[in-house]
């Protein structure tokens, strides 16, 4: 199985700030790349998909981008509302395995 | 809109099965693949399996081979994960999700869930 490694594992941040969570594929998985958003208690959220393709409805302060087995999601300003579990996953082949996720906190 | 809308939280003895249901509404039952994801509390998503509601086609982590069975019933838009031989350590919350391909080329497709249920936690306990 594809082993997806996500980095760092807990952030704080604040309001304003610009954010960087890394993933990294255990081999080559192309663009098929996911990443989603999950907030306590509630079902995970679709953000990107294709590495860095923007799903409808999602603000455009996230964005998404690859660079060989490295993928990066980034926050470019920090709101309030995005203080969440971020988790990658892996689309290319099966089992279409999850990160172990980033918790973002407020600092 | 699209809806998934799954059945409430079971409590469950070792050794029993769980059945799990996911009505879908808002889109043609059959036109997408439904995939199962469970979350034990405070860890990660796993990815249990997938579905086909219009073949009835499945494919199963190989975790859960043998233990896990995945159906539907397509007059009323369901679909149903029955996990068997329940122990401590399958108390979670189990999910089901939509599963559209994104980008196709050359025979293979980007997937992505892009439609969740809201969770049914399933606990095991004696």
């Known amino acids: 199985?594809?082993?997806?490694?996500?980095?760092?594992?807990?952030?704080?941040?604040?309001?304003?700030?610009?954010?960087?969570?890394?993933?990294?594929?255990?081999?080559?998985?192309?663009?098929?790349?996911?990443?989603?958003?999950?907030?306590?208690?509630k079902a995970p959220k679709l953000l990107i998909y294709d590495a860095s393709s923007l799903q409808s409805g999602v603000p455009s302060r996230f964005s998404g981008s690859r660079s060989r087995t490295d993928f990066t999601l980034t926050i470019s300003s920090l709101q309030p509302e995005d203080f969440a579990t971020y988790y990658c996953q892996q689309s290319y082949s099966t089992p279409p395995v999850f990160g172990q996720g980033t918790r973002l906190e407020i600092k | 809109q699209v809806q998934l809308v799954q059945s409430g939280a079971e409590v469950k003895k070792p050794g029993a099965s769980v059945k799990v249901s996911c009505k879908a509404s808002g889109y043609t039952f059959t036109s997408y693949d439904i995939n199962w994801v469970r979350q034990a509390t405070g860890q990660g998503l796993e990815w249990m399996g997938w579905m086909n509601p219009n073949s009835g086609n499945t494919g199963y982590a190989q975790k859960f081979q043998g233990r896990v069975t995945m159906t539907r019933d397509t007059s009323i838009s369901t679909a149903y994960m029955e996990l068997s031989s329940l122990r401590s350590e399958d108390t979670a919350v189990y999910y089901c999700a939509?599963?559209?391909?994104?980008?196709?080329?050359?025979?293979?497709?980007?997937?992505?869930?892009?439609y969740w249920g809201q969770g049914t936690l399933v606990t095991v306990s004696s």
Do not use: F, H
């Open chain 1, 1 to 41: 199985d594809i082993q997806m490694t996500q980095s760092p594992s807990s952030l704080s941040a604040s309001v304003g700030d610009r954010v960087t969570i890394t993933c990294r594929a255990s081999q080559s998985i192309s663009s098929y790349l996911n990443w989603y958003q999950q907030k306590p208690g």
């Open chain 2, 98 to 114: 939509r599963d559209v391909p994104k980008y196709c080329s050359g025979g293979r497709c980007s997937r992505a869930y892009d």
